[in-house]
């Protein structure tokens, strides 16, 4: 019996507590979005809508946004679909969906259609969150890729797969100096296929692997298409 009185007033100590700690102020939108930082045209082009779930993006003189929340305008099927994975600020300074137009190019643009484009990102930033801003790919050696291991915190952590360079500096937990996994700054094909962490294994080459092995790897690459960014991709020299 003592031990139940004591149960029940610890419950309702506790509860007391919960009750009366102030919750944490809910996620802004920004928070909410999905923040894809830094982002090559290339991976930009996978959020065009195909993918129901990723994000949507398009960028607009290089800031990116996500205007997931704006799908049926964007998305498949949208009066604005054509812009949606794009740099499109010729696009919206123009006034015009033709794909010609679907670029950053804004060299010919007359006054008065570069103020249709402020205008533009005036209403963007005011609805959507920005999500990260648009950058040339980047195209490492090995050596320059071993840079990204996470061991400089000023350089986000890299990984390469058949050549193409991941940004997995959101698993920083996983990839980075104290993570689990030693992939970081390495190109790491055979490793992933044969489910491998031996940092022996963070090579290349695939010769010899059997079916199984190898589709393995394509799952790997698969699942990293979804969750991290291409960057660039890894140069001989």
Same mark, same amino acid.
């Given at each position: 019996?003592?031990?139940?009185?004591?149960?029940?007033?610890?419950?309702?100590?506790?509860?007391?507590?919960?009750?009366?700690?102030?919750?944490?102020?809910?996620?802004?939108?920004?928070?909410?979005?999905?923040?894809?930082?830094?982002?090559?045209?290339?991976?930009?082009?996978?959020?065009?809508?195909? #993918? =129901?779930? !990723?994000?949507?993006? *398009?960028?607009?003189? +290089? @800031?990116?946004? %996500? /205007?997931?929340? &704006?799908?049926?305008? $964007?998305?498949?099927?949208?009066?604005?679909?054509?812009?949606?994975?794009?740099?499109?600020?010729?696009?919206?300074?123009?006034?015009?969906?033709?794909?010609?137009?679907?670029?950053?190019?804004?060299?010919?643009?007359?006054?008065?259609?570069?103020?249709?484009?402020?205008?533009?990102?005036?209403?963007?930033?005011?609805?959507?969150?920005?999500?990260?801003?648009?950058?040339?790919?980047?195209?490492?050696?090995?050596?320059?890729?071993?840079?990204?291991?996470?061991? #400089? =915190?000023? !350089?986000?952590?890299? *990984?390469?797969?058949? +050549? @193409?360079?991941? %940004? /997995?500096?959101? &698993?920083?937990?996983? $990839?980075?100096?104290?993570?689990?996994?030693?992939?970081?700054?390495?190109?790491?094909?055979?490793?992933?296929?044969?489910?491998?962490?031996?940092?022996?294994?963070?090579?290349?080459?695939?010769?010899?692997?059997?079916?199984?092995?190898?589709?393995?790897?394509?799952?790997?690459?698969?699942?990293?298409?979804?969750?991290?960014?291409?960057?660039?991709?890894?140069?001989?020299?």
């Amino acid at each position: 019996t003592t031990a139940l009185a004591v149960f029940a007033l610890t419950t309702l100590v506790l509860s007391l507590q919960a009750a009366l700690t102030p919750r944490p102020p809910p996620p802004s939108p920004e928070e909410e979005a999905g923040k894809c930082g830094d982002i090559t045209p290339a991976a930009l082009a996978r959020h065009g809508g195909a #993918d =129901p779930y !990723k994000p949507l993006y *398009l960028a607009i003189r +290089g @800031t990116v946004y %996500d /205007v997931s929340r &704006g799908r049926s305008f $964007y998305g498949p099927g949208g009066g604005y679909a054509a812009l949606a994975g794009k740099e499109c600020a010729r696009a919206l300074a123009k006034m015009s969906l033709k794909p010609e137009d679907v670029s950053g190019d804004l060299a010919d643009c007359s006054p008065s259609q570069l103020a249709t484009l402020e205008e533009w990102e005036v209403k963007l930033r005011g609805k959507y969150p920005v999500a990260g801003r648009l950058v040339d790919p980047v195209s490492l050696t090995l050596g320059e890729l071993a840079a990204h291991d996470g061991s #400089d =915190p000023g !350089k986000p952590i890299y *990984l390469a797969i058949q +050549g @193409t360079v991941y %940004d /997995v500096s959101s &698993g920083r937990q996983f $990839y980075g100096p104290d993570g689990v996994y030693p992939f970081a700054g390495r190109e790491c094909a055979r490793a992933f296929a044969l489910v491998s962490t031996d940092a022996a294994d963070c090579v290349a080459d695939v010769s010899g692997l059997g079916p199984m092995e190898m589709e393995s790897l394509r799952d790997w690459r698969a699942k990293f298409d979804f969750k991290y960014p291409v960057v660039g991709s890894v140069r001989e020299g």
